[in-house]
């Protein structure tokens, strides 16, 4: 292998790896796009089903979910209707 061969083999290798760094650091900013708004969504999803549990429903007589579900279970021979 002359000098020459072996140093455009060495150039050829490192640009390949360069390609394959670039791609893969490509994926992990993806990935870490996607974990964001996977956490985004959780976090929408606590803070909501927080509010619901406490808020006050025209339905249920200005009761919140809990105060309904703790005031009808005390109460024998009244049953939830889905």
């Not at 455009?8 to 640009?15: G, L, M």
């Amino acid at each position: 292998m002359t000098g020459e061969t072996l140093r455009s083999w060495v150039r050829q290798a490192a640009e390949g790896r360069g390609k394959e760094l670039a791609r893969l650091r490509a994926g992990v900013g993806r990935v870490r796009k996607a974990e964001a708004g996977w956490q985004r969504e959780r976090e929408i999803f606590q803070r909501l089903t927080y509010y619901n549990a406490r808020r006050h429903h025209s339905s249920l007589g200005y009761l919140s979910p809990v105060e309904f579900e703790q005031r009808h279970r005390a109460e024998p021979g009244l049953t939830l209707a889905a």
